[in-house]
């Protein structure tokens, strides 16, 4: 599913239902809320996905009449990390907010570098060695802006969106990964 | 009538907490509900002081006044891709 969405037509996600217990001025403030989006327009998919990607068929559809460059960044299942064989990783995510935070980032780098398309896709579950973890593609008027916004937005989903990996290791032993280095 | 909090965890947590569990609503912010949850088990002291917590898909901090039927989610640092 493609949804458009405008400053016009914002989409009012997350919206919260007071419990009955709780104060209705809205005194407790979080300290990170849903994402803002203001101004463009920004073509949203679906961020998490427990099937292959189809990196071929988004960047098919990566192409647009303004933007002399498309940069798309796959990122892989290597076969191994800090020397040890890996058997294949198993990513975990709270989805809502992982969700809800990527649009936050892609609508960001499309407002910061004036994008023409700006799209991440993140797998879930079980992804084998050789098979695409995640894809960002960015599409601007020139080149530079397309490869800082890619970079940009790879950099955020990894060091802020709440999605885990696994590490499973060929001799049977596993372990999450616990920080943004891979 | 007691009132419970239900708290879900993700990723290395599950190694220390189920999946999914409830603690009864004596806790007001986050933490008191850490505090509780090294009662549940101490081992959880390193990897929980680095965790962040949601509430209703927002984080939240240790000003968030936390109520009974809250659903809390914890989550450790991240790292996807």
Known sequence: MVTTLSSSSRPEVGVREEAADRPASGDN??????????GGTAILEPALSAEPLDMIGMLARAHHPGAGAVVLFSGEVRDNNKGRPVAWLEYEAYEPLAEKMIAGILVTAREKWALQIAVARHRLGKVAVGETAVVVITASAHRAAAYAANQYIIDRIKQETPIWKCEHYTDGEREWVNHCNG | ??????????????????????????????????????????????ILSFCRFAVEEGFIDNEYNLYGHDTIVIIPPGSGG
């Open chain 2, 1 to 46: 009538m007691t009132k419970t909090m239900k708290i879900h965890v993700y990723a290395g947590l599950k190694d220390y907490f189920q999946p999914e569990f409830e603690v009864e609503s004596v806790v007001r912010n986050t933490d008191e509900l850490k505090a509780v949850l090294l009662t549940i088990n101490g081992k959880a002291d390193s």
């Open chain 1, 29 to 38: 403030a979080k300290a990170t809320d849903r994402p803002v989006f203001s």
